[in-house]
């Protein structure tokens, strides 16, 4: 079974004093049903705990090399920059798959992370919260919505797979990499979608 490394999203709970790393237990039934084996990725592992910046990811790289996953999938939840833990560890998760030519699945807030670690901007959208659009392109049928940031414009070395019926980008994919961004949930669905599926299974691999 392919362990595929899961990244998590950040809450804080003021009240009990607590940083927590979440992670939907939706997100991993859907990866399991795929086949796979989820694991959590600790988002403490990539906060320097020493002085020497370039070591900053020694010890993402060391659970790495411990864990041993054959892909990564980036979640949803927390707008980049609003957790720069977060962001700092799927930055190194990106960098370690571009090195290792290993297969990554951005989720909503995950596709704008490569896209963003692509070169690419985000901009504020509206209509895209709490609600539902058709797919045009190479991916078609109806999706769910979650986001309120989309993609200034398709990330060099990237093609679109998809958009919303107004020109958003809601997939792409690399040219050269196994990597793929969705702007949807597939694990929000009551009944998960077939499409969704087969194109994680494509892209991750038996």
Known sequence: ????????????????????????????????????????VPNILSISLITDRD????????????????????????????????????ECLLAWARDGLNPVLGICRGMQMMAVWSGVQLKPIDRHVNTRHRLIGKITGEVN??????LTGCPKDFEVLATTEDG???A???????????????????????????????????
């Open 168 to 170: 958003d980008l809601e």
């Open 1 to 40: 079974m392919k362990v595929v490394a899961v990244s998590q999203r950040v809450e804080v709970s003021p009240g009990r004093g607590e940083r927590c790393d979440v992670l939907d237990q939706r997100l991993c039934t859907w990866l399991s049903i795929a086949g796979y084996l989820p694991v959590p």
């Open 55 to 90: 070591n900053h990811w020694a010890r993402l790289q060391s659970w790495l090399k411990t864990v041993r996953p054959q892909a990564v999938v980036l979640s949803g939840g927390n707008d980049l920059g609003e957790c720069p833990d977060r962001d700092s560890t799927e």
């Open 172 to 206: 792409i994919r690399h040219s050269v990499l196994p990597w793929e961004g969705w702007m949807w949930h597939p694990e929000r669905e009551a009944n998960l979608e077939r499409r969704d599926l087969e194109r994680l299974k494509a892209l991750l691999g038996e």
């Open 145 to 150: 919505s979650f986001h309120k940031f989309g």
